[in-house]
């Protein structure tokens, strides 16, 4: 069983930057891949990022490529979405998620654990 906690996001104007983070509860935080997928109003879920088990490897969607970086910490069971150059249609609630498969999987029903999710708002 894992529990995530996302927390970081909130309002911020094009261009700008936010950085996310999951805490993942228990001690198997190295055994899941993470995942960060964003769903905005009246939109399907989309992914948004991926990262292996030990870290390797790495996953984007285009629209975010360049701008967003996915990294995690092993030590804190922490996984991270560092955000630049924003543009109002990031806007979304963003989720946090964990897989039990390998590599980085960019299908949502990959993922059995999900957070609560985190609004990402950007507007001027």
Same mark, same amino acid.
């Given at each position: 069983?894992?529990?995530?906690?996302? @927390?970081?996001?909130? %309002?911020?104007?094009? &261009?700008?930057? %936010?950085?996310? =983070?999951?805490?993942? @509860?228990?001690?198997?935080?190295? /055994?899941?891949? #993470? &995942?960060?997928?964003?769903?905005?109003? +009246? !939109?399907?879920? +989309?992914?948004?990022?991926?990262? =292996? !088990?030990? $870290?390797?490897?790495? *996953?984007?969607?285009? *629209?975010?490529?360049?701008?967003? /970086?996915?990294?995690?910490?092993?030590?804190?069971?922490?996984? *991270? %979405?560092? #955000?630049? @150059?924003? !543009?109002?249609?990031?806007?979304?609630?963003?989720?946090?998620?964990? =897989?039990?498969?390998? &590599?980085?999987?960019? =299908?949502?029903?990959?993922?059995?654990?999900? $957070?609560?999710?985190?609004?990402?708002?950007?507007?001027?």
């Amino acid at each position: 069983q894992v529990r995530l906690v996302e @927390s970081g996001g909130g %309002l911020v104007q094009p &261009g700008g930057s %936010l950085r996310l =983070s999951c805490v993942a @509860s228990g001690r198997t935080f190295s /055994t899941y891949a #993470m &995942g960060w997928f964003r769903q905005a109003p +009246e !939109k399907e879920r +989309e992914f948004v990022a991926a990262i =292996s !088990k030990n $870290g390797g490897t790495t *996953s984007y969607v285009d *629209s975010v490529k360049d701008r967003f /970086t996915i990294s995690r910490d092993v030590a804190k069971n922490t996984v *991270s %979405l560092q #955000m630049n @150059s924003l !543009k109002p249609e990031d806007t979304a609630v963003y989720y946090c998620a964990a =897989s039990a498969n390998s &590599g980085t999987p960019r =299908s949502r029903y990959a993922y059995g654990y999900w $957070g609560q999710g985190t609004q990402v708002t950007v507007s001027s």
